[in-house]
Antibody, heavy 119, light 110 residues
Framework: QVQLVQSGAEVKKPGASVKVSCKAS????????ISWVRQAPGQGLECMGW????????NYAQKVQGRVTMTTDTSTSTAYMELRSLRSDDTAVYYC????????????WGQGTLVTVSS | QSALTQPPSASGSPGQSVTISCTGT?????????VSWYQQHPGKAPKLMIY???KRPSGVPDRFSGSKSGNTASLTVSGLQAEDDADYYC??????????FGGGTKLTVL
């Protein structure tokens, strides 16, 4: 069965960087993109962008462009999302998801990683 | 401010039907048949319920249906059950290779 397992919670200071991992299993990793979606406490979902493990091509949302880097390691079927110059409003649960596929939908999601930015 | 507009709340009694709207523009909902709906229970990851406006992934009950008219998409839940009590989010492909979400609707089963 398809599974996406993310790394554990992080606490960071403003200005620092965080790198979240997402290990995929149950399917051929390179055949689907990996998207990253975040959810601030009590708020809605926000797509940060996605990466194609097959080509390495990325597509970043304008809001985080310049601060985010998405990468993959096809040898371990793992995707990574690094966010730099953290601010308090980056505090959120970060999800990886398989896709976009089938009409830009995200069919499977990781369990989420809480990133807290606090001095 | 979310790109797509959803009502903050909706409710219905068990067995009833409820419809949640998702309003965008011609640059997203109205321009593409790429609307998805997600269900999220508290503390859990979202789950895909509808894709490409009206298609259901395997395992999603046929009580869930989707439609679109112009710039507004809708999710209808028929025969409400207690486990349908959750937050629901719409999303749409948008111009310039973007994926946008609605602000979410809290569905309460009374």
């Amino acid at each position: 069965q398809v599974q996406l397992v993310q790394s554990g919670a992080e606490v960071k200071k403003p200005g620092a960087s965080v790198k979240v991992s997402c290990k995929a299993s149950g399917y051929t990793f390179i055949t689907y993109g990996i998207s990253w979606v975040r959810q601030a406490p009590g708020q809605g979902l926000e797509c940060m962008g996605w990466i194609s493990p097959y080509t390495g091509n990325t597509n970043y949302a304008q809001k985080v462009q310049g601060r985010v880097t998405m990468t993959t390691d096809t040898s371990t079927s793992t995707a990574y999302m690094e966010l730099r110059s953290l601010r308090s409003d980056d505090t959120a649960v970060y999800y990886c998801a398989r896709g976009p596929k089938d009409g830009y939908s995200l069919g499977y999601w990781g369990q989420g990683t809480l990133v807290t930015v606090s001095s | 401010q979310s790109a797509l507009t959803q009502p903050p709340s909706a409710s219905g009694s068990p067995g009833q039907s409820v419809t949640i709207s998702c309003t965008g523009t011609s640059s997203d909902v109205g321009g593409y048949n790429y609307v998805s709906w997600y269900q999220q229970h508290p503390g859990k990851a979202p789950k895909l319920m509808i894709y490409e406006v009206s298609k259901r992934p395997s395992g999603v009950p046929d009580r869930f249906s989707g439609s679109k008219s112009g710039n507004t998409a809708s999710l209808t839940v028929s025969g409400l059950q207690a486990e349908d009590d959750a937050d629901y989010y719409c999303s749409s492909y948008a111009d310039s290779n973007n994926l946008v979400f609605g602000g979410g609707t809290k569905l309460t089963v009374l």
